[in-house]
Structure formats: structure tokens, C-alpha cells
């Protein structure tokens, strides 16, 4: 549209011009899907047509970019003026938001009971029948050195704290340091909590999310672009682009499947920002409603034993 260039000038045109576009921004983005996600059938396949590789290119500058950040803020900034206008469709909102932290961290939960198995096997496989490698697989085998396997143990972990964070937020389960908050009224620590999601949390996801998402992609990608290329620059660059996974260990038999944990990481930041929404929302509600409201809606897991749930609701 144009609007950044000529209201560009000062801080208070930029901002207005950037919301205004990303109406436009959102709306193009719909309806021309191939300009930015052609390149999904040829994942790491060989890419001859260069406008696929341009798409490649597009979608990883926009994906860190300032049109995506102010397209999700005008989308945040729509339904949070739907929510205070419906307090039902707000809840609604917490309820779903909520519900993937929770159904998403309850699945990968299960990565623990998997690595603790794994590690069992290990030891009698390496210990007792003192074998080198270890083979998987029905029809087709998967076998890997000894030290593959335990190396992998970490991305069991990752999954753990990537994939469960925003499901123990959910759960209270997060350790909280607390200087005035149990000493403040119920109305004082909604607006701590509000603020906190604002001015704390969805920056320092944001944050991560430039970081990663380039960090990502310097792991999948030839030339590897940088957050300090231009659209045009990148999409010069997409002429010599190609896949390039990183399949590099930190030991000769070690786990080389590192790019996962980038991934991880990259997921993580954006499961931490739906939080923050709904973590927002949540306690702006329980402000409005009242002391009555708090833990409305709320999925919390049941331990089954008294003392366990009294300890998990004091932290």
C-alpha cells in the first residue's frame, strides 16, 4: 500500500500506517497462498522452480517480520474488543486457549515415561548384554549406536519443557517468587497479573521468536538468511536457496538430529504467547466478575491426594 514510506517519517505515522496495513497485509496473505507456501510439498526436496524458492524465501522473512507482528496485534487487538464487549465470548476464548496447553502438555508428559523406559533399555542393552547398537522398527529397521540413543534422552527432556511450560502455567505448577502478591487484595493481583502478561510475557516470547525463528532457519536453508536481510535481498538470495538439514552430533555416533530442538524452541515461544493471551483475559475476567469467578473454567489436573493438592494450591 505504500502507507509506511509516506507516514514513515516519525514514530506516531509508522505505527498508524503499519496497523492500517495489516488489514491489507492479512487479507492478501489469504487470498494469494502460493506466493508464501508453495515450497511446503518440496520439503527438504530438490526446489527447480524459483518462484517455489521465492515463496521459501517470503514466508521466512514474514515469519519474523514487522507485518507479522502488527497483523496478529490487530487480530489480538479485534477479538480482546469482541471479549470486553461479550464477556462469554472472552471466556470462550480462555476455555480453548487453555484447553491446548493443557491437551498438548498431557501428551508430551508421556516424553518422560518414554525416557525413562529408554534409559532402562540402555543400560541393560549396553550393561548386560553389552551389544554396541541397538535396532527398532517392525518391517523396516532402525538401529543407531548405543551413544545415539542416549544422547536423545535430551530430546525427550526438550519436549518436557518446551511442549509442557504453557500446560504447567495452566496448572499453577510454575514456581511463583513472591514478594507482594499473597499480601495484596484479589482485585491487586488481577491487574499484577494483567500487567505482567502485557509488559512480561508476550515481549520476552516475542523476543525469543525473532531469535529462534532465524536460528531456525540457518539450520534448514542455504545461503542462510539473516534478520537483517531485506524481502528483496532475500528473494535475490532464492536463486542458489536448498535444503541443507543439519544432521551434526556433538559426538561421531551421537544424536544428530539437532534441528528438532529448534523446533522446539521456535513452538515453545508461540505456546507461551497463546498463554499470555489467555492468561490476559483470564484475569481481566476474574477482575470484572469478581473473587466468585476465580478458577472458573479451569481444567486443573486432580492428584488424588489431599496433602499433594494442598501443596500444589499453596504454590
Not at 507485518?67 to 474488543?81: C, P, Q
Request: aromatic fraction near 18%.
Amino acid at each position: 500500500m505504500g502507507l509506511v514510506e509516506a507516514w514513515g517519517g516519525n514514530p506516531i505515522g509508522w505505527f498508524f500506517a503499519n496497523l492500517i496495513e495489516a488489514f491489507y497485509n492479512f487479507g492478501y496473505a489469504v487470498t494469494h497462498p502460493g506466493q508464501w507456501l508453495s515450497w511446503v510439498p518440496f520439503t527438504n526436496a530438490a526446489m527447480d522452480d524459483l518462484e517455489v524458492k521465492q515463496a521459501l524465501m517470503r514466508f521466512i522473512y514474514y515469519g519474523a517480520s514487522v507485518e507479522l507482528f502488527f497483523v496478529v496485534f490487530v487480530i489480538f487487538m479485534i477479538v480482546s474488543i469482541f471479549g470486553f464487549m461479550n464477556n462469554q465470548f472472552m471466556w470462550g476464548c480462555v476455555r480453548v486457549l487453555e484447553g491446548i496447553a493443557n491437551k498438548v502438555g498431557r501428551f508430551f508428559a508421556w516424553a518422560g515415561l518414554l525416557m525413562v523406559l529408554q534409559q532402562i533399555v540402555i543400560i541393560f542393552m549396553q550393561r548386560i548384554f553389552a551389544v554396541s547398537e541397538i535396532g527398532i522398527g517392525f518391517g523396516v529397521n532402525f538401529a543407531k549406536d548405543v551413544s545415539w540413543w542416549s544422547e536423545e534422552l535430551k530430546l525427550y527432556n526438550a519436549m518436557i519443557v518446551c511442549m509442557c511450560a504453557s500446560y504447567t502455567f495452566v496448572q499453577g505448577g510454575h514456581v511463583r517468587v513472591d514478594l507482594v502478591y499473597s499480601a495484596v487484595s484479589f482485585r491487586t493481583k488481577r491487574i499484577i497479573d494483567m500487567v505482567g502478561s502485557l509488559l512480561f510475557m508476550i515481549p520476552a516470547a516475542i523476543l525469543t521468536w525473532l531469535y529462534g525463528w532465524f536460528f531456525l532457519w540457518r539450520h534448514l536453508v542455504v545461503p542462510n538468511p539473516s534478520a537483517s536481510d531485506s524481502l528483496d535481498r532475500l528473494v535475490n538470495k532464492a536463486r542458489a536457496l536448498r535444503w541443507n538439514v543439519e544432521f551434526t552430533g556433538f559426538s561421531p555416533n551421537g544424536f544428530d538430529y539437532y534441528y528438532l530442538f529448534k523446533i522446539l524452541l521456535v513452538t515453545f515461544t508461540f505456546m507461551v504467547m497463546l498463554q499470555a493471551v489467555a492468561f490476559f483475559y483470564r484475569s481481566y475476567l476474574e477482575l470484572k466478575e469478581g473473587p466468585q469467578s476465580e478458577g472458573k473454567y479451569l481444567d486443573r489436573d486432580v492428584i488424588g491426594d489431599a496433602t499433594a493438592e494442598l501443596v500444589a494450591e499453596i504454590h
